[in-house]
């Protein structure tokens, strides 16, 4: 069964706008952490932003929000204010596993362009 | 910033061949992975590691992979009888614990791996 679900393959926006790139998750575990992950053409992973699932308040860091919604199980991310530099692949990805044998699952992530 | 260091960046190899990629994990971190992410598609865990050992494999990791950490900063995946399928994007990762809210993967920039 597919864990992570990330729905839009592509999106475009225009510079300076603000996008939200969607995420689903499903789990049955009460305990979890959900991360956004940027990758570059270079092909690097960068850490975007973390929400643990017992977190109170949306997680926030510069430009990115998350916007989770428990009962919903989505966590779908926020980019304010585009940039040119924010044109990557984003991939959703979740914390899955017991301690001692944690694993991440990704999506299959979204391809983002900005638009001069 | 500590980081995660990957080496080789890129590597060519002939099918049958056996391979070492080599990862040096951010210095206080415990908690070590390996993802691999075949051109276009979505990234796949492999194994996590810690205390000297497996902690968790997927069935992608079969017996033709191994991960050693022979001294106290480097974590190898080595891939005995390279085959054309094992051609990807082999990414390291290490957290520092896998508590909530200490849990976050950090990766490193990635071996592209290519099996003739």
């Known amino acids: 069964a597919q864990k992570i679900t990330q729905t839009q393959p592509g999106m475009f926006v225009q510079e300076k706008e603000a996008v939200t790139l969607d995420c689903t998750y499903d789990t049955s575990d009460p305990s979890y952490g959900l991360f956004w992950y940027k990758q570059p053409s270079s092909g690097e992973m960068i850490f975007l932003i973390y929400q643990g699932s017992y977190d109170q308040q949306n997680a926030t860091e510069g430009r990115y929000s998350l916007n989770f919604q428990k009962a919903r199980k989505s966590a779908n991310l926020v980019i304010s204010a585009s940039q040119l530099g924010d044109s990557a692949m984003y991939f959703c990805?979740?914390?899955?596993?017991?301690?001692?044998?944690?694993?991440?699952?990704f999506g299959t992530g979204t391809r983002l362009k900005v638009l001069a | 910033e500590p980081e995660v260091t990957q080496t080789p960046s890129h590597q060519v190899t002939q099918m049958g061949q056996e391979v070492i990629l080599r990862c040096v994990p951010i210095?206080?971190?415990?908690?070590f992975y390996w993802y691999r992410q075949i051109l276009g598609q979505k990234v796949e865990f492999l194994v996590s590691?810690?205390?000297?050992?497996?902690?968790?494999k997927s069935e992608i990791f079969d017996d033709q992979f191994s991960v050693e950490r022979p001294d106290g900063s480097n974590f190898t995946l080595k891939i005995r009888s390279t085959k054309l399928e094992d051609s990807a994007m082999y990414f390291c990762?290490?957290?520092?614990?896998?508590?909530?809210?200490?849990?976050?993967?950090?990766f490193g920039p990635g071996t592209r791996l290519l099996v003739l």
């Open positions: 990805a979740m914390r899955e596993g017991n301690w001692g044998t944690y694993k991440y699952i």
């Open positions: 210095s206080n971190h415990l908690y």
């Open positions: 990762a290490s957290s520092e614990s896998e508590g909530l809210g200490r849990e976050t993967q950090y």
């Open positions: 590691f810690y205390n000297n050992e497996i902690s968790e």
